[in-house]
């Protein structure tokens, strides 16, 4: 089947998000063929360049979500008109207080939203461009009126003239994806169904070629882009006004994508929690876990004797969220129940405050532990060591696990925990803190203890110090339970089965036709040809005998009523 690959920031840039999870699922699904669709964030990561990318991917086209010529389109009367009810809708759908006494209110406001959105895309492609028209004073007066409306939020009636002009031009950037040429049957029209690497701007050309062209949206999310917008529009970032006007649009925006999206993938039950409290309906969710490689790890978890049992390792990027202050303050706790015991920090700085945080955490741990002329240490020997992957103590990411007992993460805030992952995969007891997917991806096989307390962290660390036994048993069984749910091979054979699923669920509403005439394969599902409703407690979803269908037998399928293309 041909699938419309869609990105963010990511994938196929060197710099992009998720770009090796992307690069292991095309490589991993051969059968299939990919057209890439992708979107830019600055011209620093257009300027670095692609990865190579495999022969399944037949195209890619690209267009940049930082920058946008004017495209000098003149409405007439009629298209002026048309704009400014459908951008005044969409105004109002986001300025509307939320009314608690309608049950349906929310679905209201929803459904208005939608219908506005896809107005503007049509004006878009019948025009030739909407950029113009988002920028133009137009735009901004009808903002203000939806703003002044009755029943508007307080705080948007409050909104000043550069909050107003602030607002347009976020809008305006985020709304750019409805003047791309992506959606006809040259482009994503053509696609058996469009899978998103991510919620927002990724999703938004899936959402237009669904109403274009009836293409199933597949939308997979390993981090909540809503609650990356919420956290980005903090106190000191802007106005009231604008906060609310444009978390009220990133909310609308993902209450859309989880509404008409075929399939939604979380990869934890963190994600699937904003997902359903944003209108997801459950019974279109499935968690798939991200997948990694788990043969680079073999022969250190295979070999769980290397480790050093009176040393602590911490391996990750260093910044705040990370909160190695913590961690410094509970080892300092642990070394008066354990006098032998050594902490490796491993890992590099990150983001504009990772440098002076390393800096800072230096500083603390020569404060915390000076110098000892006498006893377990030797003068200038510090039990706490900062290395980077790559030097003499860790030429590689399995050696620094490799170096420790027992691996400890301190984050108070994570998604889904790489750096623990690859701890199991090396057979390693962990301790880790209770934020994010973590309680999901150990299960029973480490400690986990609250955020910021470094009492806690220091008890479960000396627990598996003093326990050898223990350590051994939880390192056993943190990698039986890592190579069970978190490889590459599990991740690819849910999506497989997933783009099955979709494809086989899907009416036929167009032919599409390939180079020599003949209709594509999956652009026509088997079962859109039954003639009559299926009613028995199961249903075989047949194979075609030619190039690209799926092999190997019948699908197993559920009863569904014949789609509108059979009648």
């Excluded at 990865?51 to 002026?80: F, K, N």
């Excluded at 750019?176 to 927002?200: E, M, V």
């Excluded at 409290?277 to 798939?288: K, L």
């Excluded at 939880?474 to 091979?489: I, K, N, P, Q, Y």
Aim: glycine fraction near 10%; proline fraction near 7%.
């Amino acid at each position: 089947m041909r699938i419309g690959l869609l990105t963010e920031g990511g994938y196929p840039y060197v710099s992009g998000d998720a770009g090796l999870w992307c690069d292991r699922l095309v490589r991993g699904l051969a059968q299939h063929e990919f057209d890439l669709y992708a979107l830019s964030r600055s011209r620093q990561q257009e300027d670095a360049g692609w990865v190579p990318l495999p022969e399944q991917i037949s195209r890619v086209r690209t267009a940049p979500l930082w920058t946008a010529e004017d495209d000098e389109v003149a409405y007439g009367r009629r298209g002026r008109r048309r704009f400014t009810e459908c951008y005044g809708e969409l105004a109002g759908a986001l300025c509307a207080a939320p009314d608690t006494a309608a049950e349906d209110a929310s679905a209201h406001q929803a459904d208005r939203f939608g219908s506005a959105l896809y107005g503007l895309a049509e004006l878009a492609r019948e025009e030739g461009g909407l950029v113009g028209a988002l920028r133009s004073d137009t735009a901004v007066r009808t903002l203000e009126r939806a703003c002044r409306a009755p029943g508007a939020l307080r705080t948007a009636r409050e909104a000043r003239v550069p909050d107003l002009l602030t607002v347009t031009a976020h809008l305006e950037r985020a709304l750019r994806p409805l003047s791309l040429d992506w959606y006809g049957d040259d482009g994503l029209g053509a696609a058996d169904l469009c899978h998103a690497t991510a919620g927002g701007p990724a999703a938004l050309p899936g959402l237009l070629a669904r109403h274009f062209a009836d293409v199933p949206l597949l939308v997979t999310e390993y981090g909540v882009q809503l609650r990356s917008h919420y956290l980005a529009l903090g106190p000191d970032a802007a106005a009231p006004a604008v906060r609310a006007l444009l978390a009220a649009f990133h909310g609308r925006l993902a209450t859309e994508v989880y509404r008409r999206a075929a399939i939604l993938t979380p990869g934890n039950a963190h994600t699937r929690r904003w997902q359903e409290r944003c209108g997801a309906d459950r019974t279109r969710i499935r968690t798939v876990h991200p997948g990694m490689d788990a043969s680079r790890f073999a022969e250190v978890g295979e070999s769980p004797d290397r480790a050093d049992p009176d040393t602590l390792v911490w391996v990750g990027r260093v910044e705040p969220a990370k909160d190695l202050v913590s961690l410094l303050h509970a080892f300092a706790e642990v070394r008066r129940e354990a006098p032998k015991a050594r902490l490796r920090i491993v890992g590099a700085p990150a983001g504009p405050e990772g440098p002076a945080y390393l800096r800072h955490c230096r500083a603390l741990a020569a404060q915390l532990f000076p110098d000892e002329a006498e006893g377990v240490h030797a003068v200038g020997d510090n039990p706490v060591s900062f290395e980077e992957i790559g030097g003499p103590e860790a030429p590689t990411l399995p050696d620094a696990y490799a170096g420790g007992s027992v691996v400890v993460l301190s984050s108070v805030v994570e998604g889904f925990p790489i750096s623990l992952v690859e701890a199991m995969f090396c057979g390693r007891a962990t301790v880790s803190t209770d934020v994010g997917a973590v309680v999901e991806v150990v299960g029973g096989t480490g400690l986990v203890v609250p955020p910021r307390n470094p009492r806690a962290l220091a008890e479960a660390c000396v627990a598996l110090l003093h326990d050898p036994e223990r350590r051994e048993r939880l390192g056993a069984a943190s990698r039986a339970r890592a190579l069970e749910l978190f490889t590459v091979e599990q991740n690819i054979a849910a999506f497989h089965g997933i783009y099955l699923e979709i494809v086989s669920r899907c009416p036929v509403r167009r032919v599409v036709l390939d180079e020599a005439g003949a209709p594509l394969p999956f652009a026509a599902p088997a079962e859109a040809h039954v003639p009559v409703r299926w009613t028995g407690p199961t249903a075989h979803v047949l194979t075609r005998g030619v190039p690209g269908w799926a092999a190997g037998g019948p699908v197993r399928a559920t009863p569904l009523a014949a789609p509108e293309g059979a009648r």
